[in-house]
């Protein structure tokens, strides 16, 4: 087995974020079928463990998106819709049974020379690269290195971010990623895998190449990502809306 990183804690979302988009991902993933109606408030909040008051703002939040329909002396109502704006729409790992909330945990960022198997991208020679430990509902799915073109960047530290990395970049740098492009195969699991990560290094696992980039086309981002095919899934949702 290759050298097992540690981990570093970065901020998480609001509690009541993370409830939300546990929830969209749930019925994205028609966990929480279109006219479900949700437990009574107490009760849910009591199963999450939160305050009514705070779930009460994620359940605000679905209803802002139309996801939810709260309806006086009945309760709440699952409705389901496309192209719902969501920190995670651009997460495409799921369990292997739908949905599950994402939490990330850094490795290590630096400053680095692109590597030289890397697709064209973006306008420096140089980039950040970030590696993380990507899990969904606490259980470790997947290893990321994401390497972040230096240009849009005049300095990035681990301190700096967030569970979401495009929340940062937005927060940090008003980076704005429009469009992403995905390849999906298989490779060996890295050397400076984590012990938490149930297959070893070298063993072979789902592989995602994903090339993000700004709204006026110029390439930002390059990753990788090694996934557990026995404990996630790569899914892509594409709905036709009826006219």
Known sequence: MGEEADVFATAALPRWLQVSERLIREIGAGRL?????????????????????TLRKALADLAAKGLLERRQGSGNYVRHRVGVPSVYSLFRLELTQGGGLPTAELIAVER??????????????????????????????????????????????AED???????????????????????????????????????????SVGYIVRLAALPDGTGAEYSRTWFDPDRARYVSRMTKELS
């Open 33 to 53: 079928a279109d006219g479900a109606r949700l437990p009574p408030e107490r009760d849910m909040a009591a199963d999450l463990g939160i305050a009514v008051g």
């Open 112 to 157: 680095r020379a692109k590597p030289a198997d890397a697709p064209a991208f973006g306008l420096s020679p140089e980039a950040y690269r970030i590696r993380r430990l990507r899990r969904l509902d606490g259980e470790a799915v997947a290893l990321e290195e994401i390497w972040l073109d230096a240009v849009l960047a005049p300095a990035l530290r």
């Open 161 to 203: 971010l967030s569970e979401s990395l495009y929340l940062s970049y937005r927060g940090l740098f008003g980076i704005e990623i429009a469009r992403v492009e995905d390849r999906i195969g298989v490779a060996p699991v890295p050397d400076w895998t984590h012990r938490d990560f149930a297959s070893p290094s070298g063993a």
